[in-house]
């Protein structure tokens, strides 16, 4: 088939007329589908239900620093769950701080302290004016609904293969004290599934920001999520910031959320020392400590880091046929007619597409109105608002592989339809 | 025996002689004793277990309303918790918001969020100038501890056997329109164990702040907290408030942590629509949702309020026996002594003791240097600071009894020791 930009009008109204048809008779169907969020599959829940067993009434309640998990105390974390997530970080486990059930809690704390009272040695980001953050699109919109919520203006930076742009970050951060942040989802990024090249982890690490409080929201939310034989590798940004001198740069997040229980996970953070103690302050006031019964479950039926890494396994047999069958659909369906590119990721939670510009919304409104539920075009960009309106992040993970096919199906199809309706005009 | 105050020089030399000897006794024993936090006993948290047994890797994972705990979603609760919660609260199920592990974080990010976003309508707390918060004296340090963090200019209220002193609160509170809130412990106060009486809560109810964004932070942690045959009753503030017409003013609080296990319960608020309106649309981007697996094992142990109430009789078993050590400890050494009085709270989890005026900080010190921890002195004012260095807060929760007699030995004997130190200059 050729690509539709080289038809005429004749041949596109002829394909137009096909293609709603095809989308009435989706629309018969009365689909009920939902590719919304990166939400795991109950298949997925069922892989980690036995470490609900493990702290149970006749359990041992201590840490292995004899601390009884049912009372206050150990406000950081339990030291098993600090060694774990030490690993999964890339960080020394004294450095880590458990949190509670949500890293995007932790990611908002954080932001929400910085601006009420600084880091740094600085003066707290709500009173020095504007301030901005540097957002890598496209991008998660928790995020951007973060820092939005705080005022922060936002400024867009390309992703390529390698990363954001870094001469654009270099060029910003470099010359504008008002800068005072950047996103980065620096492995299997939501939602396009790029994981940071060395040489772009080394400029961030590297950068002299105008701004003495500038800081790397690095929230390395899928760094275990391989699912291919060949995953990714991703540098450790604490490492190459120690090289630099660039020690208070990165704060890292991430969570069991999408390993064991979404929700009823832990989550942690870690930084360096001289940040730490300006938030460490301010959770010490939140609260007395975080659900260490939850920590002491974790920690028992994973044991070790290796342990961990072998659940991941499981979930890479039921996500992989799921990220297979999305692509393959894309590939049969859009291939060669010009109307779409994607990317093909090693892991995480999410395949980008990007439909012809200025049809992103359409077809997501099209597919809403044939029954499945798409992210909403524009949400992956800060403020909702994709220039090109082109972006559409799809989430495989939820729906069973029968009802993900159909639903590709139909978002093929949307994809199709929506651009041979720009081509027409 | 008379009291130390009508002794002569002669005298107050020869009872200091006899209570150093006394006290250097008790530091020959090397005790470690701890009575500084209302932290619950190992027997209490052992009259949970089993709700850890509840939901298993076999248990049915779904709420009454068929969503599937395991997963994201129902950000403000399972509707099972939100029942329970009401009944505790005093509210419709439908106006309750279930939170994490901890009321206090609840509170901390309410206050967090009054400060950057408003409420009422109203301008940023923090955009509005210096502003003040009613602080019942003597109260819960970590309240304290929180308003201090955001800046909070705190005035003491002066408590009585009702509650706050009302004539100072209408006056600040209806003339400065800087006062944007009151910290309350309403039943069982921290520490005094006073509970509201009803003319105070109708008061409170009529009050007609000069700030549109004044708010009552109702912290009723020890709602259900009874140790006695008489329980203190309290008035229903959201029912008093709708009679006045001040639905938006208060903002309620509790939690499980004094009930469950402490740090791994689950927390709870309720408020006006209008309020919660502005602090879901915060918690909404600070996390996806809050632990729903940990609010199923808890409405699944206690099925229903009369469950949860019929737990608290079995914590009043082990508690009722501490606090009457306690007392009658204090009674025994210090009664008519002229150097001590202290309340009989009917529930609650401290005992407060008001010293002879400028020895609070040299009776902690004294039992700190025989071995025995106590709340530091100050800790129960705004800034620490207790105006009279008199009170002093007894927590007889976390000690087995007879570690507790022993405590409230020395802790009397420093009393006595400090107030003749005092005497002789």
Redesign the interface.
């Known amino acids: 088939m050729s690509e539709y930009v080289s038809m005429n009008q004749g041949e596109l109204k002829q394909a137009l007329a096909q293609l709603r048809e095809q989308y009435a008779a989706f629309q018969a169907r009365n689909l009920k589908l939902d590719m919304s ?1 990166g ?2 599959g ?1 298949d997925q ?1 069922d892989l ?6 493990v ?3 006749k ?1 041992d309640f201590n840490t292995e620093n004899g601390f ?6 150990l406000f950081d974390g339990i030291p098993e769950m600090k060694a774990l997530f030490g690993e999964m970080l890339g960080v020394p486990a004294s450095q880590v701080f458990v949190g ?3 890293s ?2 932790l990611m ?2 954080t932001i ?1 302290c910085m ?3 600084g880091v740094g040695g600085c003066e707290p980001w ?1 009173e020095q004016g504007e301030i901005k953050f540097l957002c890598p699109v496209p991008g998660y919109d ?1 995020h951007f ?2 820092t939005e ?2 005022g922060v203006t936002m400024i867009p930076i390309p992703m390529s293969k390698d990363g954001p742009d870094m001469d654009e970050v270099e060029r910003l951060v470099q010359s504008d004290a008002s800068v005072k942040g950047m996103w980065c989802v620096p492995k299997y990024s939501n939602p396009a599934g790029i994981t940071y090249s060395d040489e772009t982890v080394r400029r961030i690490a590297a950068l002299k920001p105008a701004a003495k409080d500038f800081r790397i929201m690095w929230d390395n939310a899928y760094c275990v999520h391989d699912l291919t034989d060949e995953p990714d590798s991703l540098l450790n940004i604490v490492e190459e910031c120690q090289k630099t001198g660039n020690e208070d740069l990165p704060i890292l997040f991430c969570s069991t ?1 999408k390993i064991t ?4 996970g832990v989550a942690a953070m870690a930084a360096s020392d001289a940040n730490m103690a300006v938030f460490k ?2 959770f010490s ?10 920590e002491l479950r974790h920690a028992r039926y994973f044991e070790n880091y290796q342990g961990f890494l072998q659940h991941m396994q499981r979930h890479r047999a039921i996500l992989e046929p799921k990220f297979q069958a999305v692509l393959s659909m894309l590939e049969q369906r859009l291939s060669g007619k010009g109307v779409a590119s994607w990317t093909k990721p090693n892991g995480g939670y999410f395949v980008s597409v990007d439909v012809m510009e200025g049809c992103a919304k359409r077809v997501v409104e099209l597919c809403k109105q044939a029954g499945v539920a798409l992210t909403p075009a524009g949400a992956t960009y800060p403020y909702g608002r994709d220039p090109k309106d082109s972006n559409i992040r799809l989430a495989p993970t939820y729906p069973p592989v029968d009802e993900l096919i159909t639903a590709m199906q139909l978002f093929c199809l949307c994809v199709e339809l929506a651009a041979v309706e720009k081509l027409l005009g």
Chains 1, 2 share one sequence.
């Open positions: 969020r939400k795991p109950a829940t980690s239900v036995e470490m609900l067993d702290v149970n009434s359990a009884d998990c049912r009372n206050y105390g509670g059930n949500s995007l809690n908002f704390d929400s601006m009420t009272h709500s928790r609904a973060v919520y705080f959320s229980f979404p929700g009823a302050k301010r006031l939140q609260t007395i400590g975080f659900d260490k019964l939850n």
